[in-house]
């Protein structure tokens, strides 16, 4: 089975910042697509951040000027660089692969990794 595992989430004070890591792993042949995602508790799941097969970048209003995210095809990894941190980035930040193939000729499924909190705060 794939996995997405993420890790660098951590207690930081507002202004500061952290990197995200989501590590792809398993029976892959193809991803060409990842994305965050953040849930804070009783709140709806927003989207954060993507990265396209071509490279293509595209950040949420909220967080546009203050986060970016890149990727390592060859480690099949992905991150989320978050800086200026404010205590409303405060949440479980998930990583997303929606279209990962396992085989060449196999179907396309969606992969969610467990998530890593990140907690901004004095």
């Known amino acids: 089975q794939v996995q997405l595992v993420e890790s660098g989430g951590g207690l930081v004070q507002p202004g500061g910042s952290l990197r995200l890591s989501c590590a792809a792993s398993g029976s892959i042949f193809s991803i060409n697509v990842m994305a965050w995602y953040r849930q804070a508790p009783g709140n709806q799941r927003e989207w954060v951040a993507q990265?396209?097969?071509?490279?293509?970048?595209y950040l949420a209003d909220s967080v546009g000027g203050r986060f970016s995210i890149s990727r390592d095809s060859v480690k099949n990894t992905i991150y989320l660089q978050m800086n200026n941190l404010k205590p409303e980035d405060t949440a479980v930040y998930s990583c997303n692969a929606p279209k990962v193939r396992a085989t060449r000729w196999g179907p396309e499924s969606d992969f969610w990794g467990q998530g890593t909190q990140v907690t901004v705060s004095s």
């Open positions: 990265i396209d097969s071509d490279g293509s970048t």
